[in-house]
């Protein structure tokens, strides 16, 4: 079984969150840091650390993770302008929390997807 993560409390309501959206396979929840306008995390309720880590058997939740999030993005306003979904994984990608997380980001330019090297 997967570890305990801080997002698995947030999924069972055990640490206050704005929950934007929630059912048995997803919950999507505000960025409590967040770098846009809107910035949401969208994760599926079953813990699973890494995008490495994923299994035939959580295509449903991964497919739901997109659907929401067009869902969202539609409520917030975002669909004309456009915004950005990213999903990082393990520490070279940026991960911070092992329970694999998309965020849904808009509300402004977001500019290049990388910092340019100099």
Avoid: W
């Amino acid at each position: 079984m997967a570890e305990e993560t801080i997002f698995s409390k947030i999924i069972r309501k055990e640490i206050p969150s704005e929950i934007a959206y929630q059912d048995d396979l997803v919950t999507a929840f505000r960025d409590i840091n967040p770098q846009a306008p809107t910035h949401i995390l969208i994760v599926p309720n079953k813990v699973i650390p890494t995008v490495s880590d994923v299994s035939c058997e959580d295509e449903a939740a991964l497919g739901r993770m997109f659907s929401v999030a067009a869902r969202l993005a539609e409520e917030e306003g975002l669909s004309g302008d456009g915004y950005r979904l990213i999903v990082n994984c393990r520490d070279h990608g940026g991960q911070e929390v092992y329970h694999l997380h998309m965020h849904l980001l808009g509300g402004r330019p977001l500019g290049p997807m990388l910092a340019r090297r100099q």
